[in-house]
């Protein structure tokens, strides 16, 4: 074998050291070369995602510390901040079979005791109930809604299958004060009032952080509600219902439906009623009876009639008279529920109440001209208002014939909801414009412009006729002293499959304050009310109804800024002259 030479290997090696840095420089650079595209690449790819930016606004971020730390529905709130839908940490009774045995062998209580120390605990627990499901071996819930508290003594019983879940929960702080506005939350989702309708802003991770105010006021609310109350059982009424409307911007300021349920206690026991709300899960008592029941409100809509006629020059002469006998039309006799004398004027048939002459001039303004005024006050469509539930008027349809526009002028032949009314009223005092009603907080500033039902002119003077029934007539008992309060009564047979139940009433009163310079329609109703010692024996809105809001007023106009004033009252010195004295 030939031999390489000393000197030959000497110098071959740093030629190949050199070779070898050579050709890793080379690598070095071409991976750099081939990177160098990406680079730039990554490069206008940020730069045109930054333009962007400033031209389509950043994208959605994920949520701050701060939005993780938010509970996962948004507070609901009065119009002054006061809470009345909030989140709270409560915990869960989980029945957890898998931790009864150990080993084969049950754990330190049977079924029966640990249902006998959850009843010492919880008394309103049926303990049979609660041992036969603990015996049953099923995993479930024992129990929601438990206090710090409650869960402590819980664990101390030392039942390892009791567990003790943390969880949100709903709370409502004032129970069930206005639950027919609010609704409920079940399983994260809202129902009912406006937490269905706010469900989406209340669960937007943007938003929830910002308390949603309704235009409810919570002081004017339980105030409604007490008198509505303490006037339902006074009579034994079947149930009351009432709302406290601005008449500038058609905010709620209350709404009351009794009886009312309590949504921080909405069990599957309470889930009865029609298949669309067992559907709904809808407790009882969750039936709103200002939105959506309709009624035949009666006399209450003597006013709207005769604001038209006058609206309309039919009437222009308000001490010209008209027969006040019985009216024979269709084969029908109409008439007064006492004899108010032969003639009455248009201020004594309001005050009076009087059927027979509200039906003539009705007839003398016609049938098309008081549905037109009825529609344009939105009493042939469902109620304006954000509520879910929303009843349809019964309407007389599109003709009206002589018998049914004389009925009608007097309340009888349509239904319509109490929220309805209450927006008609507002519309007969504010100056003319009718406007939706709504739950929502109105700025200054920013109420719907509305639509012009009355004139100005028909307005001021149905101020003055409102004011006078509640001065001389069927409302005197609503008559706060220096609340000026105007209105008028309602009392409707109810209607059945075999004609009208004489013995079953709707008693109403609808009323607005001060009249001068109205802010404020309140309307009062009651289902069925019985004559009674509170009531001296009398069934009609006039010894009911109307009282109810003469007590309501006087408490909930200081919370309004409506302070009492007797050197103030809305002057009626033209009319005065024209009502005789001697009518019953």
């Known amino acids: 074998m030939a031999s390489i030479p000393i000197d030959s290997m000497v110098a071959a090696g740093p030629l190949r050291v050199a070779n ?51 509970p996962p529905r948004g507070e609901i709130t009065d119009r002054n901040g006061l809470p009345l839908a909030r989140n ?20 330190v209580h049977t079924p029966a005791e640990v249902a006998a120390k959850l009843a010492a605990i919880f008394p309103e627990l049926d303990r049979a109930d609660v041992a036969e499901r603990l015996a049953s071996g099923k995993a479930q819930y024992l129990r929601r809604r438990l206090l710090p508290e409650e869960a402590n003594q819980v664990f101390e019983i030392g039942e390892p299958a009791l567990e003790l879940p943390a969880e949100k929960e709903r709370f409502y702080p004032q129970g069930s004060m206005a639950a ?105 008592n969750s039936f709103n009876s200002v939105t959506y029941q309709v009624y035949e409100l009666g006399s209450t809509f003597k006013p709207i009639t005769i604001a038209s006629a006058i609206d309309a020059g039919v009437v222009r002469d ?9 009216v024979k039309v269709a084969g029908r006799t109409l008439a007064d529920s006492h004899s108010l004398g032969d003639t009455l004027n248009v201020p004594e048939a309001l005050i009076h109440s009087s059927n027979t002459v509200t039906a003539r001039v009705a007839d003398k303004l016609g049938g098309d001209k008081l549905r037109d005024t009825m529609r344009s006050l939105g009493l042939d469509e469902r109620p304006y208002i954000e509520l879910p539930a929303r009843g349809q008027p019964l309407w007389p349809g599109e003709h009206w014939s002589r018998i049914t526009t004389m009925t009608v002028s007097y309340g009888h032949g349509i ?49 003055q006729l409102l004011r006078m029934v509640a001065v001389y007539g069927t409302g005197r008992s609503a008559d706060a002293p220096g609340y000026r309060v105007g209105g008028k009564t309602g009392s409707a047979e109810k209607p059945s499959a075999h004609g009208y139940r004489k013995k079953s009433l709707v008693s109403t009163f609808a009323a607005a304050f001060p009249m001068d310079d109205p802010r404020y329609v309140v309307i009062a109703m009651l289902d069925e009310p019985q004559g009674t010692t509170a009531s001296s024996y009398q069934r009609t809105a006039a010894w009911n109804a109307a009282p109810i809001v003469g007590k309501l007023i006087p408490r909930i106009g200081p919370m309004l800024d409506v302070r009492p004033d007797l050197s103030r009252d809305v002057d009626i010195s033209d009319l005065r002259p024209l009502i005789r004295s001697d009518i019953e």
């Open 415 to 463: 239904a319509v909801t109490p929220l309805h009314l209450a927006s008609a009223y507002a519309a007969l005092v504010n100056g003319g414009i009718w406007r939706p009603a709504t739950l929502l907080k109105v700025e200054p500033g920013t109420e719907v412009k509305g639509r012009r039902v009355f004139k100005e002119d028909t307005s001021a003077r149905m101020r």
């Open 20 to 70: 070898k840095r050579l050709e890793s420089l080379l690598v070095a650079r071409m991976r750099a070369l081939l990177l160098m595209p990406a680079f730039g690449l990554i490069a206008v790819v940020a730069l045109l995602r930054i333009a962007s930016f400033g031209v389509l606004g950043a994208p959605d971020t994920p949520m701050s510390m701060e939005q993780r730390l938010l």
């Open 88 to 107: 709270y940490d409560a915990f869960a009774l989980w029945f957890n079979p898998a931790a009864m045995k150990d080993g084969g062998s049950p754990l």
């Open 318 to 326: 308000l001490g010209v008279r008209y027969d006040a006998k019985p």
């Open 180 to 284: 027919h506005v609010l609704g409920y939350v079940k399983d994260g989702k809202g129902y009912l009032g406006m937490e269905a309708v706010l469900d989406d802003r209340l669960t937007d991770e943007r938003l929830r952080g910002q308390p949603s105010a309704i235009s409810l006021d919570l002081r004017v609310q339980g105030a409604l509600e007490d008198e509505l109350r303490k006037g339902m059982l006074s009579v034994n009424a079947r149930g009351a219902a009432g709302v406290v409307l601005d008449v500038d911007t058609g905010e709620v300021v209350a709404l009351a439906s009794l009886p009312a349920f309590d949504p921080n206690d909405v069990k599957p026991t309470d889930l009865i009623g029609t298949k669309e709300q067992r559907r709904l899960k809808q407790p009882s």
